[in-house]
């Protein structure tokens, strides 16, 4: 990688970019412009860490996990709570923040694609929060296997858009997204989920979401007297990793980002992007992509919508091949085992995605000594996933 | 859309157009996340896919089409197939196979820097979009990186027919040939589905583009045999239109 590609607008490395269709090019640039403008507003900061306070519940807790940790049977492991945040996931600070933004960029109307429903919840409530309208597009499969999402997004009084095009999922959801953008581009802003997309995206998702890795650095300190040994995050776009991993990039802690494994290792049985993707552009980002030989996106399978995406947040691609960051996999079986093991040792149900990185820090701290410390974001709760967690233990 | 619904079609809807007065082809490579598309070219791109149209297919098509018409091809594509196959790769096949011009519609003048360069280099145009979202600058970019045409997007929104044309739109236009150079045509596309739409298009610009109104006759007609004339009829309408349209 030359200096030159590492100091483009936009870019983290040779991924990331900004591949859109010329109507939405100067919108970006207008949305960078805002959020480089009012990132440093001291205004705008005190009203978001105050919403982020008062009405998502930061900061959010960091704790030890004794029970699990002991069935590790190696490195302690500690949880940073995102589960607890308002709306049930990490979401909501990327929300609060870009809705927040929207209102002061003068639009009227937010939309938003969803794939677990989290994000959409998130905006929905940011939305009713703030006074904006709201329409969020999920795909139809997301829509049955994540239902109580869909009600939810509804009594907040937000349009939910089912999308029946593709393969039905977030992939497909963020299409149809960036399609009503393209459309209702001066009156609209798109509230995008996750660290992917065209630049500002990436960008600004991750400064969003890095209150996440702020709080829990300091919180470790406390609980620790130190920095954890290393961190654990799922990634599907990857905001709550970005988020989490912000604070360590420039220290030692060693970094795990965990994609899902799903059923297999054949295309169309995982989403797996470090272990079966090449660069590609989707959705406005250079990145690593599942793709076939003839360019075209692969379809993914994951037993929860979050992490069932063809491609990864670019900045991700990027700390990948510096290989400050290693990527695993962890499979729809494993994840639905690490569900059950922390609810019962601890108490607590998880998203099954943030199940992924429950089930690679149980694995990776019966690798390690017992001084040593594991962080792990749970980023979400998973009352969502009783239905498919249920019905996975009648098969079994 | 090239392979919808097969290659023989494709190529004999070709020959209807030209048979009907067009002058230039923009034959689609068919991508599986087409964001700039709306509902009909999303659905040609599935049947192509389908039907399992791979850019080498493109090429085959492209080969018969030049063969069998006079009509100048261009290469319309998102980045992602021509990547993966290798940009300069897809240059020189693209122009062995017949093409005259390449038109990347997620690939705006930032990201071109590198790429244009392969284009112009195989001996293919370059044409570059603007809309009505951009401001004069983008546009005199996107100018000086275009030849053959300029081609302006009508209204902000995705591909498809529309009822009307936007009431900015010669604004649009004009906005567009200040950036232009003085021999660099201007082309508008977009929504245009009907012969009223083609004859005040062609009143403001020197070429009108129609896109999903052609496809949505192939998606009407199965039979390839009928949607062959049926793009030939509408085709006739909207080429007369353009005519009538000229000063």
Redesign the interface.
């Known amino acids: 990688m030359s200096a030159r590609a590492r100091s483009r607008k936009g870019y983290f490395g040779e991924y990331g ?11 970006l640039e207008e949305l960078e412009k805002a959020f480089d403008r009012w990132r440093r507003d001291p205004r705008f900061r005190r009203e978001l860490d105050r919403l982020l306070r008062t009405y998502g519940g930061r900061p959010t807790p960091l704790s030890d996990a004794p029970r699990l940790s002991k069935s590790a049977g190696g490195a302690s492991i500690a949880l940073k709570r995102e589960d607890l945040l308002h709306t049930g996931a990490h979401k909501l600070n990327n929300c609060l923040g870009q809705v927040l933004l929207a209102t002061r960029m003068g639009k009227r109307r937010v939309i938003a694609e969803t794939g677990a429903g989290q994000h959409g919840v998130a905006t929905a409530a940011a939305a009713a929060r703030l006074g904006i309208p709201c329409r969020v597009y999920m795909g139809t499969v997301d829509m049955a296997r994540q239902s109580p999402n869909v009600s939810r997004m509804r009594l907040l009084g937000a349009e939910v858009i089912a999308v029946d ?2 393969s039905r999922t977030l ?2 959801a963020i ?1 149809e997204a ?2 009503d953008w ?5 009156t609209t802003h798109y509230v995008l989920g996750s660290a992917l997309g065209p630049h500002p995206y990436p960008t600004m998702v991750r400064e969003f979401q890095a209150v996440i890795g702020r709080e829990a650095r300091a919180q470790f300190r406390r609980l620790a007297g130190r920095d954890p040994d290393a961190a654990v995050a799922c990634v599907g776009g990857g905001s709550n990793a970005i988020g989490l991993f912000s604070a360590y990039l420039a220290t030692r802690v060693r970094l795990y980002g965990v994609e899902a494994g799903g059923r297999g290792n054949a295309p169309g049985d995982h989403a797996a992007r470090f272990a079966g993707g090449s ?6 980002t250079r990145t690593l ?1 599942l ?1 076939d ?5 692969v379809p993914t399978h994951s037993v929860s919508a979050g992490l069932d995406y063809p491609a990864v947040g670019p900045e991700h691609a990027h700390l990948g091949s510096l290989g400050r960051v290693a990527y695993g996999k962890v499979s729809d079986s494993e994840a639905l085992e690490a569900f059950r093991l922390l609810a019962r040792t601890e108490g607590i149900l998880p998203a099954l995605e943030s199940a992924h990185a429950i089930a690679f820090a149980v694995r990776l701290a019966g690798r390690m000594p017992k001084r040593a410390w594991v962080l792990v974001n749970l980023s979400g709760r998973g009352d969502k996933d009783l239905e498919i967690v249920e019905s996975a233990s009648g098969r079994s | 859309m090239a392979g919808d619904p097969s290659s023989d079609a494709t190529v004999a809807l070709a020959r209807a157009l030209e048979g009907a007065g067009a002058e230039i082809l923009e034959l689609g490579v068919p991508f599986s996340d087409p964001i700039a598309d709306g509902a009909v070219l999303q659905r040609s791109a599935a049947r192509a896919l389908a039907a399992g149209t791979t850019l080498a297919d493109v090429w085959r098509m492209a080969e018969r089409i030049r063969r069998a018409t006079s009509l100048s091809l261009v290469l319309f594509s998102y980045v992602n197939p021509l990547l993966r196959r290798g940009l300069e790769r897809s240059a020189r096949e693209a122009k062995a196979a017949g093409f005259d011009a390449v038109l990347v519609t997620d690939l705006p003048p930032e990201e071109a820097g590198a790429v244009q360069p392969l284009f112009r280099n195989a001996d293919l145009e370059t044409v570059f979009l603007v809309s009505p979202t951009s401001p004069p600058g983008r546009m005199s970019r996107a100018a000086r990186l275009s030849s053959g045409f300029l081609y302006v997007v009508s209204r902000p929104g995705t591909t498809g027919a529309r009822d009307s044309l936007p009431s900015d739109l010669s604004r649009t236009v004009a906005r567009a040939r200040r950036a232009a150079r003085e021999n660099l045509p201007v082309a508008v596309g977009f929504g245009i589905a009907t012969p009223a739409a083609a004859r005040l298009a062609a009143r403001l610009a020197d070429g009108v583009v129609v896109g999903s109104a052609l496809v949505a006759k192939t998606e009407e007609n199965p039979d390839p045999n009928d949607a062959v004339v049926a793009v030939g009829r509408l085709a006739r309408r909207l080429v007369g239109a353009c005519r009538r349209g000229k000063p």
Not at chain 1, 18 to 26: G, H, Q, S
Not at chain 1, 182 to 186: D, G, K, L
């Open positions: 970019g900004r591949f859109a269709p010329e109507t939405l090019m100067a919108p095009s593709g992939k497909d299409n960036m399609r393209i459309e209702n581009v001066a660069a590609g552009v989707l959705h406005g992509l793709q030989a003839s360019g075209q996106v």
